[in-house]
């Protein structure tokens, strides 16, 4: 049984920093691309970033590109998310999700139950 379970989020003012964790477990974690998804209130689920397997290879949403970081620890079955220069758009719960190969394909696997990130103005 695959589980992520994310964790880092919160209130933060515009311009901040946070950075998400995700701790993945139950399957082979370098296989696996492993991305970030949000969904802010009244919104359907966007994309935001995602890194393959080996971390070698990383996608962004435009939204994200120069402000957010993914990268992750194979070591510790561990995806990050650095976000800096926060805006209050950025508010949404964050999703960790696992994708089902080794690239990013945008196919996910699995979801964790997300983290709240509330950027105040």
């Known amino acids: 049984q695959v589980q992520l379970v994310e964790s880092g989020g919160g209130l933060v003012q515009a311009g901040g920093s946070l950075r998400l964790s995700c701790a993945a477990s139950?399957?082979?974690?370098?296989?696996?691309?492993m991305g970030w998804f949000r969904q802010a209130p009244g919104k359907e689920h966007e994309f935001v970033a995602a890194?393959?397997?080996?971390?070698?290879?990383?996608r962004y949403a435009d939204s994200a590109k120069g402000r957010f970081t993914i990268s992750r620890d194979n070591a510790k079955n561990t995806v990050y998310l650095q976000m800096n220069s926060l805006k209050p758009e950025d508010t949404a719960v964050y999703y960790c999700?696992?994708?089902?190969?080794?690239?990013?394909?945008?196919?996910?696997?699995?979801w964790g139950k997300g983290t709240l990130v509330t950027v105040s103005s």
């Open positions: 139950g399957r082979t974690f370098s296989r696996y691309a």
């Open positions: 999700v696992q994708g089902s190969t080794l690239s990013w394909n945008g196919g996910v696997a699995y």
């Open positions: 890194v393959s397997g080996p971390g070698l290879t990383t």
